[in-house]
T-cell receptor
Framework: AQTVTQSQPEMSVQEAETVTLSCTYDTSESNYYLFWYKQPPSRQMILVIR??????QNATENRFSVNFQKAAKSFSLKISDSQLGDTAMYFCAFILSYSGAGSYQLTFGKGTKLSVIP | DAGVTQSPTHLIKTRGQQVTLRCSPKSGHDTVSWYQQALGQGPQFIFQYYEEEERQRGNFPDRFSGHQFPNYSSELNVNALLLGDSALYLC????????????FGPGTRLLVL
C-alpha cells in the first residue's frame, strides 16, 4: 500500500515571499504520478501541478514548482511570489500509473494549511 | 468548458436514513471516482466507475454503493447512515486514457444527526 505524509500541518508566509511545502511518500512501485492539489475555503479541490515519476525534470506551472527527489521519495511544492489567493489547504497525492488493482485511486496526505499574510 | 458538478451542495439526514448524491463529470470525461473527506483529513477513495461498472473499490462497507449512467454521470448511495458518515463527499472525473489526472467537483457536505 502507498502512503503519503505531509509533516507540516500549518504554515504561513508573507505576501510576495516564497514558501515550500513538504511531502514524502512510500511505495515499492517505480511508475507513478504525484500531484499537489489546493483546497480553498470554498472546498473545491483544484489541481495545482503534476509530476510523472519517470521524468527527472521538475514540473513547473507559473509561480508553482516542485522539487522531485525519487530516490528520497520526496516531493515538495514551492510557491513563489505568494498571493493572498494562495491561502488554502494543500494536499499532496499519489497514484500508480499502471492498470491493475489499486491503480486508479489517489492517495492523499493529511494536508498543509497555508496562510498568506498581507 | 463545463467542470465537474455535484448536487446537492449540503444535506442533513438522520441516522438510519439513506442518501443519494449526484455528480456530472467534466465535459469529455468518461470516468467518475468518489472520495470521502472527513473534517481535517485528506480525501479517502470510495470507488471508481467506468463504462457503467464499478472498477475499483476502497475500504468502505457495502452500505456505500454507486451507479454510472450512459451519459457518464454518477450517483453515490449510502444506506443506513451512521454519525461517522458525516463528511464532504467529492466526485472526481477523468478520461480513460489519462486516468491519473482527476478533476474534482465542489463536493456535497453531508451531516448525519
Amino acid at each position: 500500500a502507498q502512503t503519503v505524509t505531509q509533516s507540516q500541518p500549518e504554515m504561513s508566509v508573507q505576501e510576495a515571499e516564497t514558501v515550500t511545502l513538504s511531502c514524502t511518500y512510500d511505495t515499492s512501485e517505480s511508475n507513478y504520478y504525484l500531484f499537489w492539489y489546493k483546497q480553498p475555503p470554498s472546498r473545491q479541490m483544484i489541481l495545482v501541478i503534476r509530476q510523472e515519476a519517470y521524468k527527472q525534470q521538475n514540473a513547473t506551472e507559473n509561480r508553482f514548482s516542485v522539487n522531485f527527489q525519487k530516490a528520497a521519495k520526496s516531493f515538495s511544492l514551492k510557491i513563489s511570489d505568494s498571493q493572498l489567493g494562495d491561502t488554502a489547504m494543500y494536499f499532496c497525492a499519489f497514484i500508480l500509473s499502471y492498470s491493475g488493482a489499486g491503480s486508479y485511486q489517489l492517495t492523499f496526505g493529511k494536508g498543509t494549511k497555508l496562510s498568506v499574510i498581507p | 468548458d463545463a467542470g465537474v458538478t455535484q448536487s446537492p451542495t449540503h444535506l442533513i439526514k438522520t441516522r438510519g436514513q439513506q442518501v443519494t448524491l449526484r455528480c456530472s463529470p467534466k465535459s469529455g470525461h468518461d470516468t467518475v471516482s468518489w472520495y470521502q473527506q472527513a473534517l481535517g483529513q485528506g480525501p479517502q477513495f470510495i470507488f471508481q466507475y467506468y463504462e457503467e461498472e464499478e472498477r475499483q473499490r476502497g475500504n468502505f462497507p457495502d452500505r456505500f454503493s454507486g451507479h454510472q449512467f450512459p451519459n457518464y454521470s454518477s450517483e453515490l448511495n449510502v444506506n443506513a447512515l451512521l454519525l461517522g458518515d458525516s463528511a464532504l463527499y467529492l466526485c472526481a472525473s477523468s478520461f480513460r486514457t489519462a486516468q491519473e489526472t482527476q478533476y474534482f467537483g465542489p463536493g456535497t457536505r453531508l451531516l448525519v444527526l
